[in-house]
C-alpha cells in the first residue's frame, strides 16, 4: 500500500494549493478529482480558434493581497488585464457597475448633470455605494434614480441568476456590485489586476507539478475513501486513515443529504465560434426579464486574451438551478443564501466536525462565496494552521 501523508479532494484552487504546500514540505500527497482535469472551475483551454476559453465562465484575476500574488508568481507569469462589462439598459449598453457614466449614457444633459451633482454631494466622489442603501435616501432624486437603477439592473438579473428576488438574498449577493460613483468604468478597483501568461490551467500544472503529488483524475472520493460515521473514522484501502483529509467538495453529498439538499445555482454555457469580434468588451450583461433575453450575460474570451486571434469564442451564460441529475446545470456554482441553507450547512459542519483528521476547505466545502484569490489565501493560511 502507498503511503500517503494526506488525501486530498478536488483539484481546484483549494485542493492544488493545499497539495502543493504539503508537497514542498516532502509530505506524500494523493490528489483525488472527478473531472477529467485540474483547475477546478478556473480550467482553461485553447480551443480550434486559437481562443482560450474558460469552460466555466470568465476568471478574471484581481486582488489587494500581496502575499496571494507572490506565491502565484512562483507558478506563472502574469500579463495586466483590467476588466469591463457593459449592461443593456434602455437599449444602451452601459459600464457595469452603475457609474457616472452610466448617467450620462442614459439621461439627457441636464439631467444627468443634476443627478451626477447629487450622487456626488451625497456620497462623495469613488464612492461605492450598495443598491439597498441607495435605495433607502431620503434625498428624493436619487431615491428615483435608485428605484431606476434597481429595475433596470439589479431586478430581473437577480431573478434570472437566483430565482430569489434581491431581497430574499442575503445583502452580500447585491453588494458584489455597487452602484460606483465615479468615471472609472473597471468592474474591479484592485490593486493587482492581472491574467497568468499561458493560462490557469498551466498554472495548475506547475503548481501540481511535484514528485510528492499523486494525481488521480475521473476519480470519485467514494472510489476511494469511506466514511464511518458512527465511529468517526476514514477509510482508505481498507485501513483507517490517521493523516489529515481535505475536502473541497459538496459537503451535503459526503452525508447523503441527511438534513436535505443545500440549495446551488448552476450555470449551462451556449459556446459560439465565429470570425471577428462579437462585442467590445469581455462580458456584456443581459439585465432585461427572461422573456427578452433568457440568458444573463454574453462573454467573449479574446477580449482576454494578451494576443487575440482574429476568429472569436463566445458563451452565452444560462442560469439553471443546480442538480446533479440535469442535462444543464449539473455543476454546483454559486451557494444560494437564504436563511434556511446557511442553518441546514451549520448542521452538516457540525456533524463532520466530528472527524478530527477532517478539514473542509473551498468555496463547496465551506458553502461560500470565494473569489479566486481569497481561496488562494484561505488555502495558505490553513495550511499555516495545520503545521502549527
Ligand atoms: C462562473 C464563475 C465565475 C467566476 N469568476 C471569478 C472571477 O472572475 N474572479 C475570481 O477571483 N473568482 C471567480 N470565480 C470563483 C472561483 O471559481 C473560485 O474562487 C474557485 O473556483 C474556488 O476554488 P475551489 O477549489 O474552492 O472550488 P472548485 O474550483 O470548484 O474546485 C473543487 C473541485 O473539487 C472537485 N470535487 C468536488 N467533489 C468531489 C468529489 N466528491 N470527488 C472528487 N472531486 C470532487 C470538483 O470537481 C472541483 O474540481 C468564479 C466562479 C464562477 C462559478
Redesign the pocket.
Known amino acids: 500500500m502507498k503511503i500517503y501523508d494526506v488525501i486530498i479532494?478536488?483539484?481546484?484552487?483549494?485542493?492544488?494549493v493545499m497539495a502543493n504546500q504539503y508537497a514542498n514540505d516532502n509530505k506524500k500527497v494523493l490528489l483525488?478529482?472527478?473531472?477529467n482535469h485540474?483547475?477546478?472551475?478556473?480550467?482553461d483551454y485553447l480551443d480550434d480558434n486559437g481562443v482560450l476559453v474558460?469552460e466555466?465562465?470568465?476568471?478574471?484575476?484581481?486582488?489587494n493581497i500581496k502575499e496571494v500574488v507572490d506565491y502565484l508568481s512562483k507558478y506563472t507569469s502574469f500579463y495586466p488585464y483590467e476588466?469591463r462589462v457593459r449592461g443593456l439598459i434602455n437599449n444602451v449598453f452601459v459600464p457595469i457597475p452603475f457609474n457616472l457614466s452610466s448617467i450620462e449614457e442614459l439621461f439627457d444633459k441636464e439631467k444627468a448633470d443634476y443627478l451626477k451633482e447629487e450622487l456626488i454631494k451625497e456620497y462623495g466622489m469613488e464612492k461605492k455605494v450598495p443598491i439597498l442603501e441607495l435605495r433607502k435616501s431620503e434625498n428624493t432624486d436619487i431615491k428615483e434614480l435608485a428605484e431606476f437603477i434597481f429595475e433596470k439592473v439589479f431586478k430581473y438579473y437577480t431573478m434570472k441568476q437566483w430565482d430569489y428576488s434581491i431581497e430574499e438574498l442575503s445583502n452580500q449577493v447585491s453588494d458584489r456590485v455597487p452602484v460606483f460613483v465615479s468615471y472609472d468604468d473597471r468592474y474591479f478597483q484592485d490593486t493587482y489586476q492581472m491574467m497568468p501568461k499561458e493560462g490557469f490551467t498551466k498554472m495548475f500544472e506547475k503548481i501540481l507539478d511535484n514528485p510528492n503529488i499523486d494525481i488521480k483524475l475521473n476519480?470519485?472520493?467514494?472510489d476511494v475513501l469511506k466514511f464511518d460515521f458512527e465511529n468517526s473514522k476514514i477509510y482508505f484501502e481498507n485501513e483507517a486513515f490517521e493523516g489529515k483529509v481535505i475536502?473541497?467538495?459538496?459537503v451535503d453529498?459526503?452525508l447523503d443529504y441527511k438534513y436535505g439538499k443545500l440549495e446551488y445555482r448552476s450555470?449551462w454555457f451556449e459556446k459560439k465560434q465565429l470570425d471577428g469580434e462579437y462585442q467590445s468588451v469581455t462580458t456584456c450583461n443581459y439585465p432585461t426579464p427572461k422573456e427578452e433575453h433568457p440568458f444573463t450575460r454574453i462573454s467573449e474570451y479574446k477580449h482576454i486574451m494578451e494576443n487575440k486571434p482574429q476568429a472569436s469564442t463566445i458563451h452565452i451564460?444560462y442560469p439553471y438551478a443546480y442538480d446533479a441529475n440535469n442535462e444543464k446545470g449539473n455543476i454546483p456554482?454559486?451557494p444560494v443564501f437564504v436563511k434556511e441553507n446557511v442553518e441546514r450547512y451549520e448542521k452538516y459542519k457540525k456533524e463532520l466536525a466530528k472527524f478530527d483528521n477532517l478539514i473542509l476547505?473551498?468555496?463547496?466545502?465551506e458553502f461560500k462565496?470565494?473569489?479566486?484569490?481569497?481561496?488562494v489565501k484561505a488555502a495558505l493560511d490553513k495550511y499555516k494552521e495545520i503545521k502549527d
Open positions: 479532494v478536488g483539484a481546484g484552487f483549494a485542493g492544488s483525488i478529482e472527478k473531472k485540474i483547475g477546478g472551475n478556473a480550467y474558460h466555466y465562465g470568465p476568471h478574471l484575476f484581481h486582488t476588466h476519480t470519485e472520493l467514494k475536502y473541497t467538495g459538496l453529498e459526503l450555470l451564460e456554482y454559486y476547505l473551498g468555496r463547496l466545502a462565496y470565494y473569489n479566486m484569490d481569497a481561496i
